[in-house]
């Protein structure tokens, strides 16, 4: 275990906030984690590789974050096979880790940043695909007693980046290992938006899909180590049918997915409507390739960043009458 005072989060958060945490513990074991437990103070966060947080400023309590690693073959029947992985384990490295395998069912996720345990919390999802499809268990402990709790996936309560982690059990609870229903013979989706690219070849592979997603996510998102950013900061927001064919009659060439309670419209084409990509106010910014992503063009504020955020969901509200809600999670 490690630990630190006055500790810089610089490297913590993609955003590039230079900010400090009063305490900072790294754990890589449950047992670990177990031990500390007593001597947390009343305000602690765990956090993750980083990507999905905008700190509003020094950070005075205990930062928590694992370094929990494994990689566990727990079954395989040939159909499918079940997988326990560490919550420290960087998500993209355990995609890359099934793809070399030729297992299906999490390859339309690459490159998505971050550990595995956010991939729990916050349901990650990309292409089609949610980390919700693939989980079957999630390992975690109590954070006040110590407790370990098994989660199946009907008790996570999944939604479109949404889980019980992030709502009724938010901050009670650090996510230990995430086990994975995997396909051996897989079933690739290649319905959602550019990827029918990939319908015209023959044979594809997991690698194809894989090789696809990583091109297409280069080409578009910027890298957090050159421009700082949270990948993708707002949610695409479902509106009824009713809403969706109203804003049609005036957007017919309006992009839109088909979801089980009503219509995913892109928050990224309302933002570009409005005429905010490439677009800054002081040093943050709406990203040039991605208006769904927005950017610390350099030594930008969290209150920058927060500004335009707030001047973004504005304008989209004016014009399409949607509220279109952050992805990134908000630390004061």
């Known amino acids: 275990m490690k630990e630190y005072t006055n500790y810089s989060l610089l490297n913590h958060n993609t955003f590039g906030m230079d900010v400090e945490a009063k305490r900072f513990v790294e754990y890589d074991s449950e047992e670990e984690l177990i031990g500390l437990l007593p001597s947390l103070e009343s305000k602690y966060l765990h956090i993750g590789g980083g990507s999905n947080l905008l700190f509003r400023g020094n950070f005075d309590g205990t930062i928590l974050h694992s370094v929990i690693k494994g990689i566990e073959i727990q079954e395989n029947c040939g159909e499918y096979v079940l ?5 420290g ?3 993209d490295d355990f995609v890359a880790w099934t793809v070399e395998r030729g297992w299906g069912g999490i390859e339309n996720l690459s490159l998505i940043p971050g550990e595995v345990g956010a991939s729990a919390v916050q349901n990650i999802g990309a292409y089609g695909v949610e980390a919700k499809d693939v989980i079957v268990q999630v390992k975690a402990i109590h954070l006040k007693t110590g407790e370990k709790r098994s989660f199946v996936t009907d008790e996570c309560c999944y939604a479109y980046r949404q889980s019980i982690f992030k709502n009724e059990l938010k901050g009670q609870y650090a996510i ?11 079933t690739l989706k290649l319905s959602y ?16 899909v894989r090789q696809f997603i990583i091109d297409t996510r280069n080409a578009k998102l910027p890298d957090p180590k050159v421009l700082g950013n949270a990948g993708s900061f707002f949610m695409n927001p479902v509106v009824s049918r009713d809403k969706f064919q109203e804003i049609q009659k005036d957007y017919p060439q309006m ?6 309670n009503g ?6 084409w309302m933002i570009e409507q ?9 040093k943050a910014g709406v990203h040039e390739k991605q208006a769904l992503v927005l950017v610390n063009l350099g030594g930008a504020s969290s209150e920058e960043i927060v500004t335009l955020c707030n001047a973004v969901c504005k304008d989209v509200k004016e014009t399409f009458g949607i509220d ?3 992805e990134v999670n908000f630390i004061n």
């Open 83 to 87: 997988v326990r992985v560490g919550a």
């Open 89 to 91: 384990v960087v998500w």
């Open 324 to 326: 279109i809600h952050p």
């Open 274 to 282: 409005c005429g905010w990509k490439g677009k800054s106010l002081g």
């Open 193 to 208: 938006g550019n990827m029918k690219a990939l319908l015209e070849k023959k044979n594809v592979t997991v690698s194809d």
């Open 255 to 260: 992009p839109y997915y088909e979801v089980e």
């Open 263 to 268: 219509v995913k419209i892109p928050a990224g």
């Open 176 to 186: 230990t290992y995430v086990t994975y229903k995997l396909k051996v013979r897989p």
